[in-house]
């Protein structure tokens, strides 16, 4: 039987150092600046953390799907917690 793993990719953060990337959308990365919440909907999916803020997550999946490429941007997982903190969200 032939072993399979996931392999993760990771980001060097200026401030977190070697993190593994996440995904949010650019108005969570718009939070990590102002500090303002802006909604946290986020997920694990193939162990990958993501995270939308309230108005990309209010979009019709049709919408969403047209605009990602210009809203999802890689983000470490130090930034992701701290982002998630911003929004009242606490991830172990």
Same mark, same amino acid.
């Given at each position: 039987?032939?072993?399979?793993?996931?392999?993760?990719?990771?980001?060097?953060?200026?401030?977190?150092?070697?993190?593994?990337?996440?995904?949010?959308?650019?108005?969570?990365?718009?939070?990590?600046?102002? %500090?303002?919440?802006?909604?946290?909907?986020?997920?694990?999916?193939?162990?990958?953390?993501?995270?939308?803020?309230?108005?990309?997550?209010?979009?019709?999946?049709?919408?969403?799907?047209?605009?990602?490429?210009?809203?999802?941007?890689?983000?470490? *997982?130090?930034? *992701?917690?701290?982002?998630?903190?911003?929004? %009242?969200?606490?991830?172990?």
């Amino acid at each position: 039987m032939v072993k399979v793993e996931n392999i993760m990719t990771h980001l060097k953060c200026a401030t977190h150092g070697r993190q593994k990337e996440t995904f949010v959308c650019k108005h969570i990365i718009e939070t990590m600046t102002d %500090g303002e919440a802006r909604g946290f909907c986020w997920g694990v999916n193939d162990k990958v953390h993501e995270a939308i803020c309230d108005q990309c997550n209010n979009l019709s999946e049709a919408d969403f799907s047209k605009q990602a490429s210009d809203l999802i941007r890689p983000l470490c *997982f130090g930034c *992701f917690r701290q982002a998630a903190e911003f929004n %009242g969200i606490i991830l172990e």
